[in-house]
Structures are given as structure tokens and as C-alpha cells.
């Protein structure tokens, strides 16, 4: 395990999460404000909203998508549509840079080739959590999810293969970026209630962005 002091301060260990896992610490960064003012983009077009579960609860996360395809939950189930549910509309284009960072993201995993075509974007505001889950309904599980923080840290359960084994607790700060493929691809994960919390450029909100291959 090795730690790096980072410049705000915040301690953080740089540990192999398993094989196929890579945290990928402030790789996001240089490209913070491009991204930032793309999240906002894509927010007026197809607004966040709290989505509700198959089994009737309200999601804490509010979610929006950009790309060919959206990850969607109602009372129906989870799937990925082309259609934001909301509108009636397809789901807005997804931006270069998000493109390109997510590419250039699993190339340095060892992903070469990565084309999304799904970007989730979730927003969590202090108190909010995302219980433990796996990530199931896309089409490839050869092909890697690339995730991107922005705004207030978070910490993030990285679970196994199955609900019972013991999550170890990674946390993630402003532009770190995680390529999840390989076996880790179908481990059960979820985020903590988030802390209150300000950040310079999100306020007291984070902001995930999670690059897949869906279709
Ligand atoms: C590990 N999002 O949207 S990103 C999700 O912070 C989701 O918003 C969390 O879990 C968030 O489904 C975590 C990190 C992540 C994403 C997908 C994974 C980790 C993963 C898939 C498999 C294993
Ligand atoms: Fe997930």
C-alpha cells in the first residue's frame, strides 16, 4: 500500500483494489472546468431527477444521462433506453470531453478501444447514498465502466462477487477516476452518506459520471 499526501491535505491510500480495478487519483483534473460546464449542458437538456426503484423506493441519487443509450429505473425494472423517459426525447449527445477522458481513462487502465456509449451522471448531495449493488445491465462484461468524481469526496464500498463478502471503504476525491474491469467488473460497490461538505467549483454536491459500454 502506499499513501500520498495530496495538496489540500487529505491522505489517501493508492491500493490495488483487486485485479481489473484502477484508481486513477486527480486524472480527471486539468479537464475539471470543461467537464463541469458539460454536466451543466447536458443538466438543462435532460433535467436530474430522483428516479424510483422496482421496488417503489425514491432514489437519494438524482440522475440524468447523455449518450446513445441512458440507464433508466422505474416501477417496470431497470434497463438502458434510448428515450429520457421524462421528455419523450433521446437523451442528449454525449460531450467530446467526456468522450475523450473516458477513452484516454481505460487506454491508461489498459483498455484500448473504449467507446462509451452510456454516460450516468449522478449527483449526491450531503446525507445521500447509494446502497450496495452490481452493475448487470449491460450488454458486455468484457468491457470496463470508467468512473469520474467531481466536487465534495465521497466514500466509495468496494465490495466481491457476492453481498456478504466484506467491502473495504476507497475514498474518492475531485477528479479521481476508477476503470473497473476484468473481474472486479461484477463486484457489489455503493457509496456512503456523503458528508456535508463545499467544494470551490460544485458547491456541496458531488457529481459521478460513469462511462459504460451498454448496448
Ligand atoms: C465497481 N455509481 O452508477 S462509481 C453506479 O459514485 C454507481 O456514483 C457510484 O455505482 C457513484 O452504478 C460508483 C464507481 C463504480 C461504478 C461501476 C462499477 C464502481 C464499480 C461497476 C462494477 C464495479
Ligand atoms: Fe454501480
Redesign the pocket.
Known amino acids: 500500500m502506499t499513501q500520498d499526501l495530496f495538496d489540500d491535505g487529505v491522505v489517501s491510500e493508492s491500493l490495488p483494489l483487486g485485479p481489473g ?1 484502477v484508481v486513477l487519483r486527480r486524472f480527471a483534473k486539468a479537464d475539471e472546468a470543461a467537464l463541469l460546464d458539460a454536466v451543466r449542458q447536458v443538466t438543462e437538456q435532460a433535467p436530474l431527477r430522483h428516479m424510483v426503484t422496482p421496488g417503489g423506493f425514491t432514489m437519494s ?1 438524482a440522475m440524468t444521462n447523455c449518450g446513445d443509450l441512458g440507464w433508466v429505473t422505474d416501477r417496470t425494472g431497470y434497463r438502458y433506453d434510448p428515450i429520457d423517459p421524462e421528455s419523450g426525447h433521446p437523451w442528449p449527445r454525449m460531450p467530446d470531453v467526456f468522450v475523450r477522458l473516458a477513452s484516454d481513462a481505460a487506454s491508461q487502465a489498459g483498455f484500448e478501444g473504449f467507446v462509451p456509449d452510456a454516460c ?1 451522471v ?1 449527483r449526491y448531495e450531503p446525507g445521500t447514498r ?1 446502497s450496495l ?1 452490481q ?1 448487470r445491465n449491460e450488454r458486455d462484461y468484457g468491457q470496463p ?1 470508467v ?1 469520474v ?1 467531481l466536487g465534495i469526496p ?1 466514500v ?1 464500498l ?1 465490495g466481491g462477487a457476492t453481498r456478504s463478502h466484506k467491502s473495504q471503504r476507497v475514498p474518492l476525491a475531485h477528479g479521481d477516476v ?1 476503470v ?1 474491469g476484468g473481474p ?4 457489489y ?3 456512503l452518506p456523503l458528508k456535508e461538505a463545499e467544494h470551490p467549483l460544485t458547491g456541496a454536491c458531488r457529481f ?1 459520471l ?1 462511462f459504460r459500454r451498454a448496448g
Do not use: K, Q, Y
Not at 472486479?184 to 463486484?187: F, S, V
Open positions: 480495478a441519487v450516468l449522478n447509494l449493488h452493475d465502466i468512473s468524481s465521497a466509495f468496494f476508477v473497473w472486479a467488473r461484477l463486484h460497490h455503493g457509496v459521478n460513469t
